[in-house]
């Protein structure tokens, strides 16, 4: 695999802290304190009726053929079912980045996973090794022909997504056709999800979303992987014979300003079956600076993030966690767009949130946003009110903040149109792209009359 050595410096460099002892989950009775969750408020789990809603996207007519599936399936079953004195002599060591250990986001969390992990960036050979020492090639070649497998996928994938963008090869410098150096580079992590005898309060793998552009996820025909849909809340992605699912990640976020908004999920336990996953993770090559494509920005549309490469949003991550995207935002949300981190709040909480995080923070922020604050006939610099529009469904929701006001309310999809071209039209402000300020000047002047419900 390309660049697989800059990927692993990027891992290395961010080390995980690990506070989780692995444990032999199948000797438990019951679940240790250490592991377990209050409820996982859980109140909602309904069947994916539309996964283009949720960018969770299952893919079948894949080109991988089944038996690939099967065996890398069944290489990880073999893989997690030693015992834990054998599987420990492949541990992740605490600078390393491949090999057995909990899942790299255990450290956020106060309470421990109902999981066991496997990660392998570049080739798995010395592990195996140690883990079987007679037939680890078997396991091997299953390993690097999955990968590749998963690679050319991974960039047909991509390539499909933001070809429906308008996007083109010549819009990405990095992907040229030539040159081993600009393909993507990718890791593969496997999961492991033991029964559970408690499973309402015990977690797999907590909420978050993956550093990628893309991940390519094969599950056993156990569920467990649910996705958060705004104003429903987890939804399970349930297991398609022979079906992938493809979880948009913070990179494609990033690249296409939000139009692809990356997913958040987590997986929950199941009392009676364990389940496995493998996560393909694709991204960029690890050094090449990620930001909003030229094409997809202009006046109504400013670029939402700064650039930032592979490499350095592991940091970033490894730092702030779910709240990485929003660290990197130059712009507020002007086009209706949140980051995925910002579904699981109330919106009471989100609302505070996003007012006070979208504030000119940095000396960098402050060139995009302070400028056209400064522009701006009404609110200025820190009173400056924003605008957070989100569709779903038939209905919209639109939320204002600023001038000591607040409230929510929910509108047809038709008012949203007329509200959008309204703005389109929107004479008022001199600055380009249009301000937040006359986003909500707009909002005002169509909000009195077309109210259905306010919350003060
Ligand atoms: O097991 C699953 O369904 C989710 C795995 C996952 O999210 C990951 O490995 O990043
Ligand atoms: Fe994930």
Redesign the pocket.
Known sequence: MPSRSLLADAFRAYPVHEQQKNIEFTSLQEIPDSHKWAQLDDESQHPLMDPFITESVPVTNHGIPTSLLESVESASRSLFSLPIQQKLKAGRSPDGVSGYGV?R?SSFFSKHLW?E?FTIVGSPLEHFRQLWSHDHTKFCDIIEEYKKEMQKLARRLTWLMLGSLGITKKDLKWSGPTGESKKGTAAL?L?Y?PACPDPDHAM??AA?T?STLL?I?H?SNTS??QVLKEGIGWVT?PPIPGGL?V?VGDLLHILSNGLYPSVL???VVNRTKH???I?F?YGPPSSVPISPLQKLVGPHHPPLYRPITWNEYLGTKAKYFNKALSSMRICAPLNGLVDASDHNRSSRNRSANIHRRYRPRGPRQQGNIHRRSKQMKGGQGASTPWIHVSVQGGLCKILELGGGRKYQVSVTFKFLCKLKRFLASATTCSSTPICATCLVVGARKFLPSMVVGCKH
């Open positions: 899942a986001i999981s992990g992590q999961n999800y797999g793998l978050h993956d991940t996820l599950q467990g992987l992605v699912v979880n999920h987590r997986a389940r496995l996953s996560a993770l």
